[in-house]
């Protein structure tokens, strides 16, 4: 039986962008969370850092509420690894005991905390939506079912609790006051590795960018039903280097990969620039998108409800609107 009391804090892995190495927005997110479920829980927050130069980051996580930063920094752990990034967090788990640890749900969040939970024999919610305690548990909230509930999930038996969290839908929320965070430097042999990172290219296909990262992301619904249509719309997006997404049913197609699914059982985007091409505007899609700093819509339905959320909509028809679109970005260009 796990001794639960001997665990305390709650823990956020911090996600360094591998290409640009900049802090991911998401480690920001799970910050606040984490803040705020330690003034529930009456804890401190941890932060776990690991790769090169992270000094630059620790104003931010005094700014988001961090209380104890434990920074490794090493220049063999400059890329991602799962091998070596997953011996320093067991060995810092099993040392420090954390109450709970979040990671972003990302593909290295995605890989790491499986291993992590499996190896220590406890629970993990993947792709949690939102966070709360209750009863000093973590409550794990999650579309269950292909997105038809949500499920509230706690883990009462067993530390840490851990969960994978989707970003673009928790707030970042900076103090009034920021914190002084105790650093703990912790240090780790790398383990030698087989594979070696030559040289690292961001692919900028738009079909490639992630849409829950993207500053543009183009959506496409069921009303863009032709395929010449559809490859105008993706050399739109190559021009403005947007993402590309669409809708559930889109998906089911198989025009895109799931990955750019927008929406309740896909991701949350919040880009600066949303466009949408033949997309009604279920809520099952806006959950997913209505937090675009700006909405430009086109369906040939003016009653369409995505025309309730969007700041400038076009009623027309796509193959109509999207050459004439393509013609207006070439001669800008
Ligand atoms: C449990 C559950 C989870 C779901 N999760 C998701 C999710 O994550 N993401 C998601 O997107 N959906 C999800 N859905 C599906 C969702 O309910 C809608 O069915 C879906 O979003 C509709 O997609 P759409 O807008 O492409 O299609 P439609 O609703 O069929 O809309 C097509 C639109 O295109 C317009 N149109 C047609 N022809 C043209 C044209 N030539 N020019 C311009 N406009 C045109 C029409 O006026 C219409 O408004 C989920 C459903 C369920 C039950």
């Keep these: 039986m796990t001794d639960l009391k001997s665990y305390k ?62 920074n490794i920094e090493d220049v063999s752990f400059t890329h991602y690894d799962t091998q ?39 629970g993990l919610t993947a792709d949690c939506t939102a966070l709360s305690s209750k009863d000093a548990n973590l409550v794990q909230s999650r579309p269950a079912f292909g997105g038809n509930i949500m499920a509230d999930i706690i883990c009462p038996n067993t530390r840490p609790q851990m969960a994978t969290v989707r970003a673009n839908i928790l707030p970042k929320i900076i103090l009034d006051i920021p914190t002084k965070p105790q650093i703990i430097e912790e240090h780790f042999k790398a383990i030698p590795s087989k594979v070696r990172l030559i040289k690292t290219k961001e692919d900028k296909r738009s079909e490639i960018l992630k849409p829950e990262e993207a500053d543009i992301v183009i959506s496409i619904g069921r009303g863009v039903k032709n395929k010449e249509t559809f490859s105008l719309i993706k050399e739109i997006a190559g021009k403005l280097g947007a993402a590309l997404g669409a809708t559930r049913p889109v998906i089911e197609e198989g025009l895109l990969p799931k990955n750019h699914q927008i929406g309740q059982s896909g991701v949350t985007v919040k880009p600066k620039i949303y466009i949408s091409f033949g997309i009604s505007g279920a809520l099952q899609h806006t959950v997913g998108m209505n937090n675009s700093d700006l909405i430009i819509s086109v369906n040939k339905d003016d009653k369409a409800p995505i025309f309730n959320l969007c700041q400038y909509g076009f009623v027309g028809d796509v193959e109509q609107i999207v050459p004439k679109i393509l013609q207006a970005i070439n001669k800008l260009k």
């Design 9 to 70: 804090n709650i823990w956020v892995f911090a996600e360094i962008d591998q290409i640009n190495k900049t802090l991911k927005s998401v480690s920001l997110e799970l910050l606040s969370a984490a803040k705020k479920l330690a003034g529930e829980l009456n804890c401190k927050t941890a932060v776990v850092i690991i790769g090169q130069e992270n000094k630059k980051f620790f104003d931010e996580f005094s700014k988001y509420g961090a209380d104890i930063i434990y």
């Design 84 to 122: 070596n990034y997953f011996q320093i967090l067991f060995a810092l788990t099993k040392k420090y005991k954390p109450e709970a640890i979040l990671f972003p749900s990302t593909y290295i969040g995605r890989d790491l905390a499986p291993r992590l939970a499996s190896r220590l024999s406890c």
